[in-house]
């Protein structure tokens, strides 16, 4: 069992940067790899982005390449996503996920967080 809570969204000016965290109970974090997925009203949740348990492989929706970042820290039980030069079409509940597979499947995912709300202002 692996309980995911996000935090660090909020409010931002287009161009501006957020960084989202995703802590994580239990001690075999660092076995699971994790996503990062959003969802915006009236719309399906949708990949952002994904890491392996170990950090050595991750992948990106084409929308977020070259301006989010996902990362970890498995002494912190802690995976992050820095966002940055966002835009208002990046306005969408962030939610972290933890699975065995590194995937970048909504389905795969077993364990979710409540979710971030992240607003982009123009």
């Known amino acids: 069992q692996v309980q995911l809570v996000e935090s660090g969204g909020g409010l931002v000016q287009a161009g501006g940067s957020l960084r989202l965290s995703c802590a994580a109970s239990?001690?075999?974090?660092?076995?699971?790899?994790m996503g990062w997925f959003r969802q915006a009203p009236g719309k399906e949740r949708e990949f952002v982005a994904a890491?392996?348990?170990?950090?050595?492989?991750?992948r990106y929706a084409d929308s977020v390449k070259g301006r989010f970042t996902i990362s970890r820290d498995n002494a912190k039980n802690t995976v992050y996503l820095q966002m940055n030069s966002l835009k208002p079409e990046d306005t969408a509940v962030y939610y972290c996920?933890?699975?065995?597979?590194?995937?970048?499947?909504?389905?795969?995912?077993?364990?979710w967080g409540q979710g971030t709300q992240v607003t982009v202002s123009s």
């Open positions: 890491i392996s348990w170990s950090g050595a492989s991750t």
């Open positions: 239990g001690r075999t974090f660092s076995t699971y790899a």
């Open positions: 996920a933890a699975d065995v597979v590194f995937s970048i499947k909504v389905s795969t995912y077993v364990y």
